[in-house]
């Protein structure tokens, strides 16, 4: 370690904090899962209690994944090493990775610049500067410490963004069922299948303890993100909703675990969800729960959203439209009505029938 090093000044404060149960699993039937059904304690920065309302996402165990798309330390960009992990930190350790200084050849110095030189774009604000990295930006902040944990009340996260993949290994995603304007049975098993991209999926950590607590690693071999995503629903008013949905409200969240298959994940929706519209995203994440982090600022979606309708009716108006008329036929689109066609073209489109749905 160089003694020009700069010596990280820690200083610890005893908080009172409440972490959120971990996110997956599905909410009660019938009902869109709440914000407010029940109470958990969280910290401030004045040490005094707060309650906060966690959302209904039962709580699940993390595993470490197993599948093809796990990727252990040895062939992850920065990992880090048991000793790393388990060394308490000190200033004079000889190990970057567990020593309390910051090596002067990881300043950034670009962050001297507040971004306002030449001609600003209108309504450009200034950027925040620092001369070692803000490695002690959380000391001016109201708030705890994330520290691994989910806060309801807020926090200050102190690790770092970490590995940045290359513009050609961006991730990107789509879904395949259901798709875009489907129209499926209400209150029925159904599939979700997601096609992935660039990003190694099947890797996550113990939500629990370790949320936001690592940086984003990269696979050194394939150069792409390790992590993992997630699908969620929300009850729309209908498909023309235009005001904005509340983020702690969700009919359905899984966090998939399992590694994409022929780069696909699925999500299996046991009694499917009522009658009504939907919108499924994805949220595609390192594996540390962070939404993934990429090069550039322009760029195309990293996640993918389908909106839907659940119907109690859709089975039967589809049985009774498969009797008189033809897969996607003109007959099927034009006497059937809008909802009606909407059933035909998903009908072709997953059995193959006579028409050109695509």
Request: glycine residues 4%.
């Given at each position: 370690m160089k003694t020009s090093s700069i010596l990280l000044g820690l200083t610890f404060a005893a908080v009172s904090v409440s972490a959120a149960p971990r996110f997956g699993g599905q909410a009660a039937k019938g009902t869109a899962a709440t914000a407010s059904n029940s109470t958990a304690a969280a910290a401030t920065a004045s040490n005094s209690t707060a309650t906060a309302t966690t959302n209904n996402a039962s709580a699940g165990t993390a595993a470490a994944s197993t599948g093809s798309g796990a990727a252990t330390d040895a062939t992850s960009v920065g990992a880090l090493s048991t000793t790393d992990i388990t060394t308490n930190a000190t200033a004079d350790?000889?190990?970057?990775?567990?020593?309390?200084?910051?090596d002067p050849s990881v300043i950034a110095t670009g962050f001297l610049q507040n971004g306002q030189s030449g001609t600003p774009e209108a309504g450009q604000v200034a950027s925040?500067?620092?001369?070692?990295?803000?490695?002690?930006?959380?000391?001016?902040?109201?708030?705890?410490?994330t520290n691994g944990l989910q806060l309801l009340g807020g926090s200050c996260n102190p690790a770092p963004i970490g590995t940045i993949p290359a513009v050609t290994e961006m991730p990107s995603a789509k879904f395949s069922n259901p798709a875009n304007g489907d129209t499926i049975p209400a209150n029925t098993d159904f599939t979700i299948t997601m096609n992935v991209n660039n990003l190694i999926t099947g890797n996550f950590v113990n939500a629990d303890e370790s949320y936001f607590a690592a940086p984003q690693q990269v696979d050194a071999t394939s150069g792409q993100i390790i992590g993992h995503t997630h699908v969620v629903m929300e009850l729309l008013s209908d498909l023309g909703q235009t005001t904005p949905t509340n983020p702690q409200v969700f009919a359905f969240f899984k966090g998939v675990d399992a590694?994409?298959?022929?780069?696909?994940?699925?999500?299996?929706?046991?009694?499917?969800?009522?009658?009504?519209?939907?919108?499924?995203?994805?949220?595609?994440?390192?594996?540390?729960?962070?939404?993934v982090i990429v090069a550039v600022a322009q760029h195309g979606a990293l996640d993918d959203c389908v909106y839907f309708t659940a119907s109690g009716d859709a089975a039967a108006n589809t049985t009774a439209q498969q009797a008189t008329e033809p897969c996607c036929s003109t007959a099927a689109v034009t006497t059937a009505g809008e909802s009606g066609s909407t059933r035909a073209w998903s009908r072709c489109r997953t059995t193959g029938g006579d028409g050109d749905c695509n």
């Open positions: 350790s000889t190990d970057a990775q567990s020593s309390l200084l910051l925040l500067t620092s001369n070692n990295n803000f490695i002690n930006y959380c000391l001016t902040q109201n708030v705890p410490i590694a994409a298959v022929n780069g696909a994940v699925t999500v299996d929706v046991t009694s499917g969800v009522p009658d009504g519209a939907y919108r499924l995203c994805s949220i595609n994440s390192s594996s540390n729960h962070q939404p």
